[in-house]
């Protein structure tokens, strides 16, 4: 059981954006942007790699909404999901940050010296 999972219960109270049947968005504790959302399925799986792409669908469209009920869509934002070690992922259930509210920038993110860095 994941912190996510605690969230989706109960268990840890969470400052909540929107949340449907299936899906729920809440503020991300350590805010890496202006705005910077979570947003997961209520069932689990661990990561991207590992979810049923029949929900990606209805996942999407909840996305969408999120990010036009944060003002993030005329403006723009950034999706991003970290799978697995390397990239990154600390909470293995699948989620997605929202960043938006400033320009945020894309610098390399990995040391130029790291083995297969392109
Ligand atoms: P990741 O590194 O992609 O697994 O991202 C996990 C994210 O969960 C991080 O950005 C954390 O700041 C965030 N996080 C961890 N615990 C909580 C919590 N209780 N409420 C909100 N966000 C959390």
Same mark, same amino acid.
């Given at each position: 059981?994941?912190? #996510?999972?605690?969230?989706?219960?109960?268990?840890?109270?969470?400052?909540?954006?929107?949340?449907?049947?299936? #899906?729920?968005? #809440?503020?991300?504790?350590?805010?890496?942007?202006?705005? *910077?959302?979570?947003?997961?399925?209520?069932?689990?799986?661990?990561?991207?790699?590992? +979810?049923?792409?029949?929900?990606?669908?209805?996942?999407?469209?909840?996305?969408?909404? +999120?990010?036009?009920?944060?003002?993030?869509?005329?403006?723009?934002?950034?999706?991003?999901?970290?799978?697995?070690?390397?990239?990154?992922?600390? +909470?293995?259930?699948? *989620?997605? *940050?929202?960043?938006?509210?400033?320009?945020?920038?894309?610098? *390399?993110?990995?040391?130029?010296?790291?083995?297969?860095?392109?």
């Amino acid at each position: 059981m994941t912190i #996510f999972s605690k969230i989706i219960s109960g268990e840890i109270p969470c400052n909540k954006v929107y949340e449907d049947e299936q #899906f729920l968005a #809440f503020h991300d504790i350590n805010p890496k942007a202006p705005i *910077h959302i979570l947003i997961i399925p209520k069932k689990e799986y661990k990561n991207f790699q590992e +979810v049923d792409p029949a929900i990606m669908g209805d996942m999407t469209r909840f996305i969408q909404h +999120v990010a036009t009920l944060m003002g993030l869509d005329e403006n723009g934002y950034r999706l991003i999901t970290n799978n697995g070690s390397d990239g990154g992922q600390e +909470v293995l259930h699948l *989620h997605f *940050h929202l960043l938006g509210g400033a320009k945020l920038s894309w610098n *390399h993110l990995a040391d130029a010296n790291s083995k297969n860095f392109i």
